[in-house]
C-alpha cells in the first residue's frame, strides 16, 4: 500500500512539474503584431496631380507638328525619284528627321 501512495506522490509531483514546465514555456504575446514597414515610404509633401503635372508646351508640338507635316509631304516627289532609279541623298534624313519628331511628339503628349 506505501508502494502505491509513493507512485501516485511521485505520478502527482512529476505532472505537477509537467505543467509548471510546459505554462511556463508557452508563447506569449502582448497584443497584436506589428505590421511591416511599407515598401515605398509615403511621401507627405508631395502636391496634388493636377500641379506635378506638367503644362504642353503646345507652341513647340505645333512647330514639330508642321516641320513633321512639311517632311512627311516631300516624301512622295522623292519616292517618284526612287523609281526614275534615283536616290535623293536627303530621302533618307527626312525619314529619320520624321522618326525623331514623332518619337518627341509622342513623349510630349503621353509621358
Known amino acids: ?5 509513493r507512485g501516485r ?5 512529476l505532472l505537477i512539474g509537467v505543467v509548471l514546465v510546459g505554462g511556463s ?3 506569449r504575446r502582448n497584443g497584436y503584431p506589428t505590421p511591416p514597414a511599407p515598401a515605398v515610404p509615403a511621401d507627405t509633401t508631395s502636391q496634388s496631380p ?9 507652341v513647340a508640338l505645333e512647330r514639330e507638328a508642321k516641320e513633321m507635316a512639311a517632311l512627311a509631304s ?3 516627289a522623292d519616292i517618284e525619284q526612287l523609281k526614275k532609279g534615283l536616290l535623293p541623298s536627303s530621302a533618307i534624313d527626312k525619314l529619320k ?3 525623331k519628331l514623332s518619337k518627341e ?3 510630349h503628349i503621353r509621358p
Request: glycine letters at 0%; hydrophobic letters at 35%.
Open 1 to 5: 500500500m506505501e508502494y502505491r501512495m
Open 9 to 13: 506522490l511521485c505520478l502527482c509531483i
Open 25 to 27: 514555456s508557452a508563447q
Open 50 to 58: 493636377k500641379a506635378t503635372t506638367s503644362r504642353l508646351d503646345t
Open 74 to 76: 516631300s516624301i512622295p
Open 97 to 99: 528627321r520624321i522618326e
Open 105 to 107: 511628339l509622342r513623349s
